[in-house]
């Protein structure tokens, strides 16, 4: 299946050894209307630049004409800029917050509003997330399933932590439309050994990631589709602009606020954070 060539690719390029697990399966799904309605999706940003800083705009359809679709980058935003997130609005201090995944910053020169982060291998529960949906309603529906898992819907009955972030990897087509796509939230790491197995007749399935590394943006808002693709277009500018590589295709969102937005919207802003898997040379 395509998640299953993308895993091995994942494996073979986004990390330094190991190899990731898959046990979903892929569910059949229609064009998403609301990816449909412009192929410019992320993987699709490479070759256009907006005019900020140093950045010189790449020959094409004029800014007037692309502004007319929301996903593009802003032709005033210099994908560069960096956008602080306060660290309580994401995983925080340890033992402040919910756990997190643990990785490690490696040290880089001349970033460009990211971070490259090696990440922990670990184990993460996942749904087949339907994209075919309105976004926050499969993002609800989807992160229910994992929360119900987590609250004890497991054969050991076992309760576990509620932790940070839920995150949301698509794979995409040659095209950059989303051809599937996974809603995964990390397990307490004293549940790494012996993960509590999902209910027979479940869609939960568990997932032994190794460790990886990723390039990250971090920032503020709503839970946004529109917000999400374009910081992931402003990610793949930032890193083409560095010459790096990276798995454009499988793109990821990670969101610090299981309800999406539902209750605590319009109290206070949320975290949010975005990236790729990097192709690290050797």
């Known amino acids: 299946t395509r998640w299953d060539s993308c895993m091995r690719l994942w494996s073979q390029q986004g990390r330094d050894g190991g ?53 593009d980058i802003p032709f005033s935003v210099d994908p560069c800029r960096e956008n602080p997130v306060p660290r309580d609005l994401l995983c925080g201090s340890r033992g402040e917050t919910p756990e997190c995944p643990q990785y490690e910053v490696v040290a880089m020169t001349n970033t460009c509003g990211f971070e490259m982060r090696k990440y922990e291998s670990g184990v993460w529960a996942s749904v087949t997330f339907d994209f075919t949906k309105e976004f926050k309603a499969a993002a609800k529906e989807s992160a229910a399933l ?35 796509a996974l809603m995964s939230v990390y397990l307490a790491r004293d ?9 027979d007749g479940s869609e939960v399935t568990i997932r032994r990631l190794p460790e990886t590394t990723y390039y990250v943006r971090s920032f503020t808002g709503p839970v946004s589709l529109h917000t999400y693709r374009q ?19 499988i793109p990821f969102i990670n969101v610090y606020d299981a309800s999406f937005g539902n209750e605590s919207e319009a109290l206070a802003p949320m975290g949010h954070e975005v990236g790729f898997i990097a192709i690290t040379r050797a």
């Open 191 to 199: 549940h790494h050994q012996t993960p509590p197995e999902p209910l």
């Open 146 to 180: 994992l929360m119900d898992y987590l609250k004890g819907e497991n054969v050991a009955g076992i309760h576990m932590e509620i932790t940070k972030p839920i995150s949301i990897t698509f794979v995409l087509s040659d095209k950059g439309a989303p051809e599937s």
């Open 231 to 249: 910081q992931l277009a402003m990610l793949e500018v930032a890193l083409k602009r560095n010459n790096l590589g990276a798995l454009w295709n």
């Open 19 to 71: 190899r990731a697990e898959h046990t979903g399966t892929r569910r059949q799904n229609q064009p998403d209307t609301e990816f449909d309605k412009t192929a410019d999706y992320p993987g699709k940003f490479g070759n256009r630049r907006p005019e900020a800083g140093n950045f010189q705009p790449v020959p094409g359809r004029s800014p007037a004409k692309h502004r007319e679709i929301p996903e």
